[in-house]
């Protein structure tokens, strides 16, 4: 094979606590990628609502092209990948209106119910195949016009994340379909808003950009960008807008008979479909099909991941701080299968004291009540790895093929414990990382869009070519079969 050699390309990969800027170079069908810049992504409260703020964010864009600048390398392009469903309002002439909210947001607790005097869930599940939750971009901006907000009248268009900050960098429009997809608003059959609901939440098409597709080049960097950065010639692309997306491009598969695990903040477990898969058992147990970089359907359930220990993190932190290593070792010297919490119970969206919330849940179900760090960290681990094993037989009856191997992507893919814990549960092998998953598929979405990589098989044989993974086969299964039996019995809904 001849020796290839192509220009780089710079991931601005956002998640819902910090975000960062990798530079990646495809040479010799291995990608090379370098951390630029990281910097944190909070969540600003403002009069007892919860925001992200636009601006740092863009600043934190543009510092990070500056310092793009001062390499050697030549770049081609950007691209901008972030969480899903939250948006940005502009005025006719291009102005943003407020600070977007967050997800996070107690504005929209119940919003879902509301909604359905218009339309009923199960007719808007038909219509959109999301799983129904309180923060999906509809119920944001149901809520938003029930409250009679201000900014209703003058706003022009809503942006999703990713496209806000990539119009704020070169001044078009646009709606990219990943990020999209999460809003509970795209027909999964058309890839287009659906009227039926825009008009139930007083809106129209034209409040939206023209929907494009993952590699699209959006156009140039600004005059203001150039000034600013010292940058003249650079493409802004329509990457996977939506992180997951961009993570699952990058599975480093071999084949089709695989279940994936996005894992950090949100666990995303899902499997790849030609079509979307809407029907009575998906309305049941509430998956979502989101739109797949390629224009494959994500067929997936969101299960609370890493923002269980992010939250304890912050309260333990307030003692000392712990890092994520001393957790897992506390974790690991703990008595095991102590107790179990659903993750997905809906006392752990945003509570005031996680480790509070896992107590009172413990109380609650008559279980022993963790104390420690490690006893909560492994409760919370083993909990997890539960509710993979819970999901993932669903997928199960779902998949039109069988499910042989489960990939684990993303930050949570280093944890080996919990990796070893996930393989004993679900009974099959776990293969873990990349986990930097996300950044890859950005930055080969670029490099395809630049012809410098031509299909998604040629992306997942070059992460395969450029990570080390680590495959984690099943043990102790009869234990942990009679430990999912256990977690059943304590098993509160979400």
């Not at 670029?446 to 299909?455: E, L």
């Not at 450029?466 to 430990?483: A, G, H, M, Y």
């Amino acid at each position: 094979m001849s020796e290839r050699k192509f220009n780089s390309f710079l991931a601005i990969d956002l998640g819902a606590s910090s975000g960062r800027a990798i530079l990646g170079t495809i040479h010799n069908d291995q990608l090379s990628m370098k951390e630029i810049r990281r910097f944190p992504n909070p969540i600003i409260e403002v009069n007892n609502h919860q925001y992200w703020d636009l601006f740092f964010l863009y600043q934190q864009v543009i510092e990070s092209l500056k310092e793009v600048r001062q390499l050697t390398q030549t770049v081609t392009s950007v691209g901008i990948d972030t969480w899903g469903v939250d948006y940005v309002c502009f005025t006719k002439d291009g102005e943003p209106l407020r600070m977007p909210y967050s997800y996070r947001d107690k504005r929209t607790n119940g919003a879902a119910d509301r909604f359905f005097d218009k339309i009923s869930k199960k007719e808007l599940y038909q219509r959109t195949g999301i799983q129904i939750m309180d923060f999906n971009t509809i119920f944001q901006l149901d809520t938003q016009q029930n409250e009679k907000n201000g900014i209703n009248s003058i706003t022009d268009k809503i942006l999703f994340m990713p496209d806000a900050l990539s119009y704020m960098l070169t001044g078009k429009m646009v709606t990219e379909y990943t990020i999209a997809s999460t809003s509970q608003i795209i027909n999964p059959y058309t890839k287009e808003m659906d009227p039926t609901l825009l008009e139930a939440i007083g809106l129209t098409p034209n409040h939206f950009a023209p929907v494009v597709f993952s590699g699209e080049v959006i156009g140039n960097i600004s005059e203001t960008v150039q000034r600013l950065t010292g940058i003249k010639e650079l493409s802004v692309v329509a990457v996977a807008g939506h992180d997951t997306a961009s993570a699952v491009l990058s599975v480093p598969v071999i084949g089709e008979n695989f279940a994936y695990l996005s894992s950090g903040t949100w666990s995303l477990m899902g499997i790849e479909s030609e079509q979307p898969v809407i029907n009575e058992e998906t309305y049941s147990l509430n998956f979502t099909n989101e739109g797949g970089a390629d224009g494959t359907i994500r067929l997936l359930k969101n299960i609370c991941g890493m923002w269980l220990i992010e939250r304890c993190k912050k309260e333990w932190d307030q003692d000392h701080p712990h890092t994520y290593e001393e957790i897992v070792a506390a974790a690991l010297q703990s008595k095991p299968f102590q107790c179990f919490i659903n993750p997905d119970a809906s006392c752990f969206a945003n509570p005031t004291s996680m480790i509070g919330a896992i107590q009172e849940y413990c109380r609650k179900t008559n279980q022993y009540v963790p104390v420690t760090v490690g006893e909560i960290a492994r409760s919370i681990y083993e909990s997890l790895a539960l509710r993979y094993r819970q999901v993932l037989g669903n997928l199960q009856r779902l998949a039109s093929f069988p499910i042989e191997t489960l990939h684990i992507i993303g930050g949570g893919s280093k944890n080996q414990m919990l990796n070893a814990f996930t393989a004993n549960a679900i009974g099959i092998p776990v293969v873990a990382g990349p986990s930097e998953a996300t950044a890859m598929g950005n930055i080969l979405l670029q490099a395809k869009a630049a012809g410098a990589v031509q299909s998604k098989n040629e992306i997942r044989r070059i992460v395969r070519n450029s990570s080390e993974l680590e495959t984690f086969e099943p043990v102790n299964r009869d234990e942990w079969n009679q430990q999912y039996e256990q977690y059943l019995s304590v098993y509160l809904d979400e």
